[in-house]
């Protein structure tokens, strides 16, 4: 499961892309008095459609974001909603509530970077960064108080796994020195837990920060390892969350017996994970693997107590 949900599709940029679908709930704080006076509807293109009717599309500022968690499957997901007609998505992840060095440059540099859309349409931005950065949940919040928001998440031992993955092939890829696992992990013969891959796990942390500023029901947390066997399940129940038109069909997945998932179907085309992504993990020590489960238990707990739900975790 670990490599399957490392693995995300190769992403088909959305930018002037037309779609069709129903209508859309738009609202919001800073959002609606940002439309409605000029500040994110702009950029502003007319298209015809075959019946002669003016249809015009802007950039807006995404009503859904998918803030996390890294390495738990948030490009698949964007990929998977991405067949969706009533949802656009932008096509790099923008760092814009997590870094401020870009949360400096104004809404309007964000706004921007997003991909034009029509008025019944969702705009999707993901930036997998946001779930653990401290200042993201205010700032979006901020930008607009009625943000819908997604969240992908897997067992937090195989994401410290695929997360260390991620980094041991960049480095080797830039020629630099790396490290076994076990000697990242572990410390001085204890449990490293000011390992970044550790304290990312650590959901009830991270989410605690998110439920300060937004109600639980804003946040939609999708069940990765779920979304990896059972696709069009887990995209049901986002669609629900998002109230769009149940679009995504059975025929849009079909399963790659070389690569050992599913890949995706839509517009006559057939795409399945970047090369980059579905990379084999490394074996790991089996006490070094107890350790981490055992460490990550009380606060997998916490975290279901706080989302009132359970997943299928060691």
Partial sequence: MACLLAGAFLLVAQTNTVHS???????GTLFQSL?????????????????????????LIPQTIIIGVRKGGTRALLEMLDIHPDIVVAATEVHFFDWDENYVKGLEWYRKLMPFS???????????????SIKAPKRIRDMNSSTRLLLILRDPTERVIS??????????E??????????????????????KAIQRSLYDVHMGNWLRYF??????????????????EELQKVETFLNIPAKIKTSNFYFNQTKGFYCLRSDGKE?????????????VNSTVLEELRAYFREHNERFFQMVQQTFKWH
């Fill in 21 to 27: 679908g129903s209508s859309q709930w738009r609202e």
């Fill in 35 to 59: 439309r409605y006076h000029g500040g994110i509807q702009g950029n502003e293109t007319e298209h015809k459609s075959s019946k002669s009717q003016t249809s015009i599309t802007s950039q």
């Fill in 118 to 132: 029509y008025p019944h349409q969702t705009t999707i931005e993901k930036t997998p960064g946001y779930f653990t």
């Fill in 163 to 172: 997360d260390y993955t991620q980094v041991y092939y960049n480095r080797l």
């Fill in 174 to 195: 830039s020629h630099k020195s790396v490290q076994p696992i076990e000697e990242m992990v572990i410390k001085n013969g204890a449990l490293n837990i000011k390992y």
């Fill in 215 to 232: 109600p639980l029901n804003q946040i939609h947390i999708v069940d990765g390892g779920a979304l990896i066997k059972n696709p069009l």
């Fill in 271 to 283: 795409r399945c994970l970047h090369e980059s992504k579905g990379r084999p993990h490394p074996v």
